[in-house]
């Protein structure tokens, strides 16, 4: 049977099946066998060894198709990076990291803006502009109202995602809204868990709502706390570029070859920011991130 890592909790791993639900394994030989100590997230097959008490062996980790450090997940599909329209007002610096970093993952990423039923119209239409232009999917949604929650779970069905965000934007309210009675079952395995003496918040997956017909995969969040702020510092300042793909259309049309952008004369990318077809925003937040890791590797 093929199932995903959605928990794992000093030695045991619980694995969620679609349509049977989740069983508690051992992961025995698993390491001497394939040199890899399963993940959350991870794939695997398991062999069930009571379907009452529903426990197993995990027998196999199928190949990983990704891996992320922190938080410590396998196989993530894509990003949904949640910011609030308002309160708080968006921290677009932070927002650009995050950006930056999954870009370099080489994660997708949708941007969720989240309390669209206190902005104001012209800053929905701002943040709209700035983002959609650099080609992200963008949803303003209002957890309040319940705005435009089933676009976004249309697009979380079938895949494993991070959720990103800094806290007080709404990220819990929005999970409570695409969770289902699947979780309901994880929950009281978790409550199980939670008795234990573990204190510290390992990753897990959130399994969520399966509409009939939609998919035969799960659908899965990971929402780890630590995930709130980054620093851009394990890249070369001349890789930056690359994690703005708004840049992209202007590569190679500078006059100098390897233009980065920030002081070189005759660069498209800046005339492009004067003729207002980057954001400044953006650029802003590039020249910034740029400076820093210079100033980095001066030490
Ligand atoms: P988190 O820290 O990102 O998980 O944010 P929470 O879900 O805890 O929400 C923070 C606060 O914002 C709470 O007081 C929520 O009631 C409120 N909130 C969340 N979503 C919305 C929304 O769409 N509209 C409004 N007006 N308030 C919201
Ligand atoms: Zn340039």
């Not at 007002?89 to 669209?116: A, T, Y």
């Not at 104001?120 to 303003?140: N, T």
């Not at 929650?149 to 309210?173: D, M, R």
């Amino acid at each position: 049977m093929q199932g995903k890592i959605v928990k794992g909790i000093a030695g045991f791993y619980y694995v969620h099946v679609v349509e049977s639900g989740v069983y508690e394994c051992k992961a025995k030989g698993i390491f001497r066998k394939d040199g890899v100590k399963p993940l959350v997230g991870d794939n695997v097959e398991i062999e069930v060894l009571d379907e009452d008490t529903k426990t197993g062996n995990i027998r196999e980790i199928l190949t990983r198709k990704n891996e992320l450090i922190r938080p410590a997940v396998a196989n993530i599909d894509q990003a949904l990076v949640v910011f609030a329209v308002t309160k708080p007002k968006p921290h677009f610096n932070l927002l650009d990291r995050f950006l930056v970093m999954m870009e370099q993952k080489k994660i997708p990423v949708i941007l969720c803006f989240n309390k669209s039923d206190i902005a104001k119209e012209d800053d929905i239409s701002k943040m709209e502009e700035v983002y959609r232009s650099c080609g992200y999917p963008v949803f303003f949604t209002s957890a309040k109202e319940g705005w435009n929650i089933g676009e976004v779970k249309k697009i979380l069905y079938g895949k494993t995602t991070v959720l990103a965000g800094p806290s007080g934007v709404g990220k819990s309210s929005l999970i409570n809204l695409l969770q289902s009675e699947v979780t309901m079952e994880t929950g009281s395995i978790s409550r199980k868990i939670d008795r234990g003496k573990h204190t510290t918040r390992h990753s897990e997956l959130l399994v969520l709502e399966e509409e009939e017909d939609i998919t035969d995969y799960g659908s899965y969040i990971v929402d780890t706390p630590g995930f709130s702020s980054l620093y851009v510092n394990d890249f070369e300042k001349e890789q930056l570029k690359y994690y703005f793909p708004e840049f992209e259309p202007y590569e190679g049309t500078c006059r100098f070859s390897g233009c980065d952008h920030v002081h070189e004369p005759d660069c498209a990318v800046k005339q492009a920011v004067e003729e207002g077809k980057i954001h400044k925003i953006r650029y802003d937040d590039y020249v910034a991130m740029y400076r820093e890791l210079q100033e980095k590797r001066r030490y």
